[in-house]
């Protein structure tokens, strides 16, 4: 994740999605709170939820320690069918673009930020970055 390897994070989590859940779970809040705990392991980084930045509130912020290091953005979006998913990372990217998220944590002091669109459809999920701030 902090490498941008976006296929690492697919396969990371897809392998547990489908050792752990139903696909009954499907919620975008199932998924944040299950992502999200995740998060609690990375190093040096501190996960936030739904905290205000920009004009907004993103779903997920990583913190890092050291505000030299880039913070980094994950917007969760959910689909019905795995041909939507992709629609899904769009989704999450025009959000990120329109509610100025990064720009919030560019004044907030940091020194970079990294961008993530994450979109769920069952035991399965994608992972985009956007080229951004960092």
Known sequence: MLDGDTEAIENYVTGLLEKSISVFDSSESFYHGFFLSLLYGVPNYAPQSNREEGDGRPDIVLYPNRP????????IKTRKKFNEMEDGLQEAYKQIEEKRYEDGILEDGY??????GICFCKKSCIVGRMTGKD
């Open 68 to 75: 030299k290091d880039p913070a980094i953005i994950f917007e």
């Open 111 to 116: 020194m970079g930020v990294k961008s993530y």
